[in-house]
């Protein structure tokens, strides 16, 4: 057993003092002088293999400024190192659980030191400012350091409990199940690419780590912390490449056991339509933890403190750009008190700034072509699907540079069934849904297929109570926004079509990568 302090999350930099933000600039020289630029190959059975092809990480804040490359892998380096995994697998799940979660511990230790430049790296290959990046990289550290004391529970012979039974000893305990592909999004590309591997692998599995396209760098030097920190060769391997391809390999090879993907509901299920044929030889029925988009509300009654409301919907709709699936999309608002609260949300929105993540502003660049695309076409729909309040235009410019910039946007009197209240957009646009009254309200916050996150802000004790039970959504906020779920402090993941509520950062997460066996021994 691990001796070690209780788990405590990680406190956040505080961006208020000048010191800090003068060491995040400092940060920033340092990655540029180092990191940029950075080319990362594959890491199969701990050694860098290159590829021909090359994938490209821009800088969506200026478009014209390449941040690195990785490797682009083929369908040959995955089945290499789904290979190579499986010959890992023999030994890694024979080390002691105590064993396997020290290495999470150095690797969190190498990451609390190397903090403001995996920030940093963030800002400049993805677009976060210094807040939003430092949660992450705190909550990065906050998963293996939770999963690494999670994982205690499960170790050894009578983990979980059985019911005593004369003449015989009977036991319980937790086995990994074995090789796994782990498919990640480039919008938390630190703590949900290291959290999804983190996880399986301290239970006892080999991962094959698929990061997002827009997003190696930054997945680059997380393997590089945990091969530092220890992981023995063949355990984690890092195969930057594309999703169709060597993801769609692997998710349908024979020789997967287990896929755990965060991404959109689109490719989630399609991955769980192709993960549940069964391939020629393969013999078991393949895990499949999703999770996936939300088409977030927040509702706002008459009983509320509309000042808390504003603050609660400016930042769970606009912290990085609304690309969150956590973000508040939908503002859904009693009728009697809806001028008051949208009249509040649009001034106060009106006053963040957009620029660069490196310069600190509150709104940046969305992440990619593709996203600013999707994006601009709402932002085309908005006139008649509702009133645009506020923004409406994806620019493509902020302060002379050249980017993925989008406006924050604010769409009033947008029905509840309009394509704007109904689906993901994925940045910075809200819809405003004005409800009769609370019970009205509720309606539209279910009005959707997702269920991923949701919020009241309410004085009323006897709706808060109804909300507990009948708001479909796997995290649900009272009197706050929306976003921000700490690990182990609110445990994550959806509903519905949202996902399949794996609650990562929880209690039980890890016991998605295990399976359990019971013996018996007759005395
Ligand atoms: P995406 O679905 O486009 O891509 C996610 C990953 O899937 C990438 O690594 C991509 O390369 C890979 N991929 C694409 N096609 C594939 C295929 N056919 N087979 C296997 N892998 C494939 O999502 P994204 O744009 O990177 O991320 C944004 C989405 O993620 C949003 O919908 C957001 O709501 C969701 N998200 C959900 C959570 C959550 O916890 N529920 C957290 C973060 C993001």
Not at 236 to 244: E, S
């Amino acid at each position: 057993m691990l001796k070690i302090q209780e788990y405590r999350p990680q406190p956040f930099i505080d961006f208020t003092k000048e010191e800090n933000v003068q060491a995040y600039r400092a940060a920033l020289k340092k990655v540029r002088a180092e990191l940029v630029g950075k080319h990362y190959p594959l890491v199969i059975d701990g050694e860098r293999v290159d590829t021909a092809e090359k994938l490209t990480s821009l800088n969506p804040c200026d478009t014209s400024e390449v941040v690195g490359t990785t490797a682009k892998a083929t369908t040959q380096d995955a089945e290499r190192a789904l290979q190579g995994a499986w010959r890992a697998f023999d030994s890694w799940k024979k080390w002691d659980m105590d064993a396997r979660a020290r290495i999470l511990l150095k690797a969190s230790a190498i990451l609390k030191a190397r903090r403001l430049e995996a920030c940093a790296l963030m800002s400049i290959e993805v677009g976060k400012n210094y807040a939003e990046a430092d949660v992450e990289v705190a909550e990065a550290i906050d998963f293996l350091e939770y999963y690494a004391r999670s994982a205690m529970k499960y170790a050894g012979f009578g983990a979980a409990e059985t019911t005593w039974f004369e003449g015989e000893e009977n036991g319980l305990m937790f086995m990994p199940v074995g090789v796994g592909v782990s498919i990640s999004p480039w919008n938390f590309p630190c703590a949900i690419f290291l959290g999804m591997l983190a996880a399986p692998i301290v239970a006892g599995n080999c991962v094959i780590a698929k990061p997002a396209e827009d997003s190696g760098l930054i997945a680059g030097m997380m393997v590089d912390i945990l091969l530092e920190a220890g992981l023995p060769a063949g355990v984690l391997q890092f195969l930057p490449g594309v999703g169709k391809e060597v993801g769609e390999y692997l998710t349908t090879h024979a020789q997967t056991r287990f896929i755990t993907f965060t991404g959109s509901r689109a490719v989630g299920l399609h991955i769980n339509e192709v993960a549940a044929k069964t391939q020629p030889g393969q013999k078991w029925i393949k895990k499949v933890i999703l999770e996936l988009g939300g088409k977030d509300g927040l509702i706002v009654d008459e009983t509320a403190d509309l000042d808390v409301a504003v603050t609660a919907a400016v930042q769970g709709a606009f912290g990085f750009n609304g690309q969150k699936c956590s973000a508040m999309s939908r503002l859904i608002v009693v009728d009697s008190v809806y001028d008051a609260v949208v009249g509040g949300f649009v001034e106060r929105t009106k006053a963040l700034k957009v620029g660069t993540g490196e310069e600190n502003a509150n709104i940046t660049a969305v992440v990619n072509q593709m996203s600013f695309d999707k994006i601009k076409s709402y932002l085309e729909l908005a006139p008649s699907e509702g009133k645009v309040l506020l923004g409406g235009q994806a620019t493509g410019e902020a302060n002379g540079k050249q980017g993925y910039y989008v406006q924050p946007t604010i769409v009033g009197d947008v029905k509840r069934g309009a394509r704007l209240a109904q689906e993901e957009i994925f940045g910075p646009v809200v819809s405003v849904i004005r409800a009769q009254d609370w019970q009205d309200a509720l309606d539209i916050a279910n009005s959707t297929e997702y269920g991923l996150t949701g919020g009241v802000c309410s004085r009323d004790r006897a709706r808060l109570e109804q909300a507990r039970h009948e708001f479909e959504a796997g995290n649900l906020y009272f009197n706050r926004k929306i976003t921000g779920a700490i690990v182990g402090v609110q445990p994550f993941g959806g509903y519905n079509m949202s996902g399949t509520d794996s609650k990562a950062g929880g209690p039980d997460y890890l016991a998605n990568f295990m399976q359990l066996k019971t013996v018996t021994e007759r005395w």
